[in-house]
């Protein structure tokens, strides 16, 4: 059995791997993020939820540029996280002035379409909870500069090991939104339904 990296309680090592992997996954092998030296310009839709908030920590640990959007109530922890510049969605023409993204992992629309104009001539929209419009725009990416790409997360103990070891070297936490006893299963997922979340949700049994 894996041991929890040095310095996580079980909980915190519980909430890695499903979404620390799908990060990992969906910067390194459907948006060819490099593991080491990376220069591309990254934009983190979603910043602070669970996906998210494991993007920006990737991609700011491998030299990416990292850009995240959330609310403002959220936006001195994305920073925190390492975030270069965070973006509150919610105010008027939000991306105005910023420079082409190289990649957009999206963690919470689904759709490329409001993204693929924030895009390099070669950039990359992944999403991890794609909606139909990233299967149809998908389809034409031997057409086309920009892609579009799915993340299916795939179990790796491999991948596990790189997360364990960015968190031994102090570059990826999990950001714990709250704790529920086994038998607060409803409210939990009350809470998880309430698209206010910041980091994971952990259940103690």
């Known amino acids: 059995m894996a041991k929890a990296p040095a310095g996580m ?4 090592a519980a909430a890695l791997p499903l ?49 995240g959007v959330c609310s403002e109530r959220n936006a001195a922890l994305v920073s925190s996280l390492g ?6 969605y919610k105010k008027p023409d939000p991306y105005r002035g910023q420079a082409p993204f ?13 993204w693929i104009a924030l895009l390099g001539s070669r950039g990359r929209y992944v999403s991890p909870m794609p909606g139909p419009g990233v299967f149809l725009r998908s ?9 579009v790409h799915t993340v299916m997360l795939k179990s790796s103990a491999a991948d596990l090991r790189v997360l364990d070891h960015l968190v031994e070297a102090g570059k990826l936490r999990v950001v714990i939104d709250s704790r529920y006893p086994l038998t607060d299963l409803r409210a939990a997922w009350e809470r998880s339904m309430s698209g206010r979340t910041a980091g994971k949700i952990v259940i103690d049994v």
């Open 19 to 67: 979404a620390g992997i799908t990060a990992l996954q969906g910067l390194r092998d459907r948006a060819g993020l490099p593991l080491e030296g990376a220069r591309e310009r990254v934009l983190v839709v979603g910043a602070s939820g669970g996906v998210g908030h494991f993007g920006v920590q990737i991609a700011r640990a491998v030299g990416a540029t990292v850009v």
């Open 83 to 88: 975030a270069h510049e965070v973006i509150d």
């Open 9 to 12: 309680d079980p909980g915190e």
């Open 102 to 114: 190289d990649i957009v992992l999206d963690c919470v629309e689904g759709s490329p379409f409001p």
């Open 139 to 147: 389809m034409i990416n031997p057409l086309t500069g920009k892609k």
